[in-house]
């Protein structure tokens, strides 16, 4: 199983990918540091699913977000952000994410999203 993690902050992407190798040990992981980079990688890898950060430079991840779905409308999103908002998780579910969790996240979080969010 391929993996995109995509955060500017690099000890965040470490934090998400520690924790997603400790539930899925097997899995291909794919950084990008911004949206652009996420979507370039997305469309190249087509991974089977995309931890996503909302705040970055050259793209955020709400634009990143519209064109990941734009290139699969079944592409598996999961937010990974600060922006604890109501108004931010109703953006990204409308515009296709399976779910939305607060940083930082941990292995009981990810072992959820591989049960409950994600057909994997």
Known sequence: MKVLVVDDSKIARISVIKNV????PDVEVFEATNGLEAVELFAKERPSAVFLDLTMPVMNGYEALKRIMEIDKAAQVIIVS?????EAKLRVLAAGAKNMYPKPINHEIVKLVFEKDLLV
């Open 82 to 86: 600060a922006d604890i908002q109501s």
């Open 21 to 24: 190798v400790g539930v899925m």
